[in-house]
Structures are given as structure tokens and as C-alpha cells.
């Protein structure tokens, strides 16, 4: 099955940044709605929270986020090398968790919110912890 590559996660102090990418090697991340997903610690897969999402570059030009990362973190695309960023500013504690990189399951739009079950592909995941 067709799987995301997330990396870019760390350790870092709250108000610090980090920039996580995601690509793809089964399928054009260009052409997918692409969503970024927190599973904090303890939580299961399902609970699995919506943090970002970008449409498909001939979609609709729906970017969605989570209410507690507006104005912090920031989705992208670099079409030339087919990869999804996540550049994350003012880092919070509660940020704390394992990040994935999933595709919109069927619509090329991100639509208007975050359902774990509209995804899949999804990658192992990385790693952010920041500390207060």
C-alpha cells in the first residue's frame, strides 16, 4: 500500500520552529489533497487530530487548519520536488506529539474539516517534542 514520508520532527524549546516535509514515492503528492494529522502521547491512531491540510494543486485552493495552529504553522507545496511542508512557528508544549502526512482519500479538496477516516497512506510518522 502507498505510503507518505514524513520528516523534519525534533526537540525544541517553546517559541522555537520546525519544518517537516512530507513526499511520496507510490504516488504524486501533487495531485492529492494532503493533510498533516498530531496523535498526541497516549492517544490512539483513530484519535488522531487534524492539524493542516492543502488541496490538490488543480483543485480548489482550500488550505484548512486546526483553530490552535493558525497563525502558527504554515502548509505548503514545492511542486518541483512534489513535497507537502509544515513549517511550525512559536512552538507550544501542547504541540508535543508524533506528526503524519496522509492523502485525501477521494476528493482533491481539503473540504471544511479534518476527518481521520477521509485519509489514508498513511507514513510512520515523526517525532516533535518541545519542552517549556
Known amino acids: 500500500q502507498a505510503q507518505t514520508v514524513e520528516s523534519g520532527g525534533g526537540s525544541v524549546q517553546a517559541g522555537g520552529s520546525l519544518r517537516l516535509s512530507c513526499t511520496a514515492d507510490?504516488?504524486?503528492?501533487?495531485?492529492?489533497?494532503m493533510g498533516w494529522f498530531r496523535q498526541a502521547p497516549n492517544q490512539a491512531r483513530e484519535e488522531r487530530e487534524g492539524v493542516a491540510c492543502i488541496s490538490a494543486t488543480d483543485g480548489d485552493g482550500l488550505i484548512l487548519y486546526s483553530d490552535d495552529v493558525k497563525g502558527r504553522f504554515t502548509i505548503s507545496r514545492d511542486e518541483s520536488k512534489d513535497t507537502v511542508y509544515l513549517q511550525m512557528d512559536d512552538l507550544r508544549p501542547e504541540d508535543t506529539g508524533t506528526y503524519y502526512c496522509?492523502?485525501?482519500?477521494?476528493?482533491?479538496?481539503?473540504?471544511?474539516?479534518?476527518?481521520?477516516?477521509?485519509?489514508?497512506?498513511w507514513g510512520q510518522g515523526t517525532q516533535v517534542t518541545v519542552s517549556s
Open positions: 507510490d504516488f504524486t503528492v501533487n495531485w492529492r489533497a
Open positions: 496522509a492523502k485525501k482519500h477521494v476528493s482533491s479538496s481539503c473540504g471544511t474539516y479534518f476527518y481521520f477516516y477521509g485519509y489514508d497512506s
